[in-house]
Each structure stands twice: as structure tokens, then as C-alpha cells.
């Protein structure tokens, strides 16, 4: 979960996603997280709280950035957001996650960016 916020989400190494999620969650897991970060270039995600029990790993964030990019049929503000609160459960299988399902404040980032 750490690496998937800190090498992919924040980072952009989408080249990681094969050692961190389940092979069919590669692409899906792609087209999720790079249209965020052409949005948000400069993303930042503090990781607040992760735990694990049996084969699920919850985890909740904080995330900030700026918006340099087209997010949901926005066009960039220039706006900042900050400390945006996300919730993210995943299910894990041979030590890979898959299964996502995540809550995030969106109503705060979008009326942080003035939308």
C-alpha cells in the first residue's frame, strides 16, 4: 500500500503497478491514477493510517495538489487544494492488492478549487 502511494501515486513509476496489484488491475489501476496526476502534477499524499486485517488493507490519506491540468471536465484552475481526505480498502492476494474501493472528499477539492 505504501509503495503504491509513494512510488506510483506520488512518484508516476507506473512501471511498479506489475509488483503491486493483481495483473488484472494493472491497466484499470493506470487509467485511475495517470489522468489524476496530468491533473495534479505535483500531488501529495500523506499517508494518515494503514491497517491491515486478514486479506484487507485499509488506508486513509491526505491529499493535496494543484490543478495544472483538465480533471473531470474542468479545465485548470491554477487552484490548490489541500489535506483532502481519502479512504481507500483493498483486498490482497499473493501479496498483490486488487479489489479497490475508495471514498474521497470531493466536494472539498472541487469547492478548494473554486468548481
Do not use: K
Not at 491514477?33 to 491526505?62: N, Q
Not at 495544472?68 to 498483490?96: I, K, M, Q, S
Request: proline share 6%; glycine share 8%; aromatic share 12%.
Amino acid at each position: 500500500m505504501r509503495r503504491l502511494v509513494v512510488e506510483v501515486m506520488v512518484g508516476g513509476d507506473f512501471d511498479a503497478l506489475p509488483e503491486l496489484v493483481t495483473p488484472e488491475e494493472v491497466e484499470p489501476m493506470r487509467r485511475w491514477i495517470e489522468p489524476f496526476r496530468v491533473s495534479f502534477p505535483d500531488i501529495h499524499m500523506e499517508i494518515v493510517t494503514v491497517v491491515v486485517e486478514g486479506d484487507t488493507v485499509a488506508a486513509y490519506f491526505r491529499c493535496s495538489g494543484t490543478h495544472f491540468g483538465p480533471w473531470r471536465g474542468h479545465e485548470p484552475t491554477g487552484a490548490r487544494f489541500e489535506n483532502v481526505d481519502e479512504l481507500y480498502f483493498f483486498r490482497v492476494t499473493g501479496g498483490r492488492l486488487h479489489d479497490m474501493v475508495s471514498v474521497e472528499d470531493n466536494q472539498s477539492r472541487l469547492f478548494q478549487l473554486g468548481l
